[in-house]
């Protein structure tokens, strides 16, 4: 009989490990689809605040309870390229109206006090007309504004909050720049 109970006992801690994996797994999928997400930094567009090669952590909750903030860092889809995510600077908020026009950014007629840009704008693209921004819509552009494929190109152009994935939170790599990311 103690043959039995210890068969008993084996399989109960082989079932005990497999449910206790398959809570963290199911965890894991929960925090990652619904809480944050791993993401990495492809290109110089958002130099010098984020670099090529940089990993971070968006935070996919915020936005569920509250608006994207003028200077938040966002993460969102590419439209016509799967699996590829971009990385950007709201710079315009909804009911504003935007023009890049001589190497300046315009909100409702006034120059953006801002100090992210690297360089005087070359191109205002589709914003060198004011485009005026509907209730639900953001512009964007990158930190590397003439290194940017952003908001002020047709096929970026404006988003709508349903479209962010989320604001980035925090540089995990390099760890010499580990931190919380500034966003005001």
């Known amino acids: 009989m103690g043959s039995k109970e210890g068969k008993t006992g084996i399989v109960r801690e082989v079932l005990s490990f497999f449910l206790y994996v398959a809570i963290v797994v199911g965890i894991t999928f929960l925090i990652i689809h619904f809480v944050g997400q791993r993401t990495y930094v492809s290109g110089s567009s958002m130099e010098n605040t984020l670099s090529d090669g940089d990993n971070l952590i968006v935070d996919k909750l915020t936005y569920r309870f509250s608006d994207p903030k003028r200077f938040d860092i966002i993460v969102f889809p590419y439209k016509y390229e799967e699996n590829t995510y971009f990385i950007k600077r709201i710079i315009g908020l909804p009911g504003e109206t935007i023009q890049v026009t001589d ?25 060198e007309t004011p485009i005026t921004l509907g209730e639900d ?48």
């Open 137 to 184: 819509e953001y512009f964007v552009m990158g930190d590397n504004r003439n290194d940017s494929m952003d908001s002020r190109d047709p096929s970026v152009g404006v988003l709508h909050k349903s479209e962010l994935v989320g604001r980035a939170w925090v540089r995990i790599w390099p760890l010499s720049k580990f931190g919380v990311l500034r966003h005001q």
């Open 103 to 127: 190497g300046k950014i315009y909100i409702n007629g006034q120059v953006l006090d801002e100090s992210y840009g690297r360089e005087v704008l070359k191109s205002g693209g589709i914003a």
